[in-house]
């Protein structure tokens, strides 16, 4: 364990998924994959929505928001988790640590209240249709859409105020695959409560308050749907919202059991298992649930590709 001169851990060395090489190696194709896969979805709606004016409304700004973020958060946890899978151990200096640590928190808290906007958003537009353009202007879009980013950042700026001013001796093995609050808050020799109260408090409002206002926004819908007269198209709607509830939840759940509770959790090893939940699978998913069965976000991809193909000849002609 190399120390600074105050007694301060230098580097951390962070544990993966210690298993056998082949088992390893097809892990990490897996997820490289899947990685691959998440960043061609999401750079394609980002470019689609951008592209095409007829996207321009607030549910797809949201929209273009949600896949930069996407974009933006698997870049931060994926090189980790696959670096994971091709050694039994790596590090990362402190400095590092508690910078993918910010950008970390930052990028989950603001997708917890951009997912809660997302879903407002859809309240508005299924339960007052006629008045949706004057209840979610674009200058209002905008606003919710800063303000998602700036309450994101600006909570991980306040745990990683309380985080940064503890004093880390050694040991200096981070039982995850990238820096985590609970693995640091277990490897400090110094007071920790007050950091925990504060990281808990946070978690708390960042991810049970946005929680609440998904689970109310869609209580919502679903009454608006039973009253629709077709059964038909009751299903449908009721396809859609599972859908986009289903990964909400998943995504929600995992996050408030792994950063709403008083208590360090480096113990437990599943803990590492759960945030695959929400550092990969959510994000993979997201760009399928929420853009991919979208009718025009799939007719503006074709359009805005056909139309490049095309281009060349159209000027020839």
């Not at 993918?100 to 951009?114: G, M």
């Not at 537009?125 to 008045?131: D, F, K, Q, T, V």
Request: charged letters at 10%.
């Amino acid at each position: 364990i190399r120390n600074l001169s105050g007694g301060h851990v230098e580097e951390f060395v962070l544990v993966g998924f210690p298993t056998t090489p082949p088992f390893q190696l097809l892990l990490f194709v897996l997820f490289f994959a899947i990685y691959l896969l998440t960043l061609l979805e999401n750079a394609l709606i980002v470019f689609t929505i951008w592209l095409t004016p007829s996207l321009h409304r607030p549910m797809y700004f949201f929209l273009g928001h949600l896949s930069f973020l996407e974009l933006w958060y698997i870049n931060v946890t994926i090189p980790r988790l696959l670096a994971a899978f091709l050694t039994q151990d790596s590090r990362v200096s402190y400095v590092g640590c508690m910078t993918q640590l910010y950008f970390f928190i930052a990028l989950a808290c603001t997708e917890c209240v951009l997912l809660a906007v997302m879903a407002y958003d859809r309240y508005l537009a299924i339960c007052g249709p006629l008045h949706y353009p004057s209840l979610m202007p674009s200058s209002l879009a905008t606003r919710l859409a800063a303000a998602s980013w700036g309450s994101g950042f600006f909570s991980s700026m306040m745990k990683l105020l309380f985080i940064s001013q503890l004093s880390y001796c050694g040991p200096n093995v981070i039982n995850h695959f990238f820096c985590d609050i609970s693995p640091l808050l277990n490897l400090t020799c110094s007071d920790k409560e007050q950091a925990e109260l504060v990281d808990f408090l946070l978690a708390l409002v960042m991810i049970l308050l946005p929680l609440l206002a998904v689970v109310s926004s869609y209580a919502a819908i679903i009454a608006a749907i039973l009253r629709i007269p077709t059964s038909r198209g009751r299903r449908k709607a009721f396809s859609t919202c599972a859908t986009h509830l289903a990964v909400v939840v998943i995504y929600y759940s995992s996050t408030l059991f792994t950063y709403a509770r008083p208590r360090a959790m480096y113990t437990f090893n599943h803990n590492k298992i759960i945030s695959v939940l929400y550092t990969v699978i959510v994000p993979s998913l997201n760009p399928a649930i929420y853009c991919l069965r979208n009718k025009e976000v799939k007719e503006a991809f074709r359009k805005a590709v056909m139309g490049r193909c095309h281009y060349p000849k159209d000027v020839l002609d």
